[in-house]
C-alpha cells in the first residue's frame, strides 16, 4: 500500500496515518459515541427522561399561560401544550411547546376537536 493514499487520523490530536477517517483504535471510540448518541436520540423521540427536563426548562423561559396573556390576563403556567401533538410527530423543541394553564389548556383540546373522556381531559394530554 503506498503511503500517499494514508492521511492523518480525524480523531483531534491523533497523529496516526490511516486510509479510513480514523485509525483502528479511534474508530472504535468513535462508532461508540454515535451508538450512544442513537439510542439518546431515539429514546428522546418520545416523551421520555428528557420531556421533563425540556418542559422544566420552557416553563422557566415561559412562565405565564402564554394564551391567557395575547388576552391580557396574567396566568401562571400549570401545563405545557404540543402545538402539533407528538402523535402526529410533533416534538419537544421549544418552538413546538406553549405555556398555558389548564382551563386555557382544555379549552385549545376542546377547540382542536379532542374529545374529552369524561367531564375533563386527562392530565397526560399533549
Ligand atoms: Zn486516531
Ligand atoms: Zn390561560
Ligand atoms: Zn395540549
Excluded at 78 to 100: A, R, W
Aim: proline share 6%; glycine share 6%; with cysteine.
Amino acid at each position: 500500500m503506498p503511503h500517499a493514499f494514508k492521511k492523518p487520523c480525524a480523531y483531534p490530536g491523533c497523529p496516526k496515518l490511516t486510509d479510513e477517517k480514523y485509525c483502528e483504535e479511534h474508530k472504535k471510540i468513535v462508532m461508540q459515541q454515535y451508538d450512544k448518541f442513537n439510542r439518546e436520540h431515539n429514546k428522546n423521540k418520545k416523551y421520555g427522561n428528557n420531556w421533563r427536563r425540556i418542559r422544566v426548562l420552557y416553563i422557566k423561559q415561559h412562565p405565564l399561560c402564554e394564551r391567557c396573556l395575547q388576552e391580557g390576563r396574567i396566568t401562571p403556567v400549570e401545563e405545557v401544550h404540543h402545538i402539533l401533538p407528538v402523535k402526529q410527530g410533533g416534538s419537544n423543541s421549544f418552538t413546538n411547546l406553549m405555556s398555558v394553564c389548564k382551563s386555557c389548556h382544555t379549552k385549545i383540546h376542546q377547540e382542536l376537536g379532542d374529545r374529552p373522556r369524561g367531564s375533563q381531559i386527562s392530565t397526560e394530554k399533549t
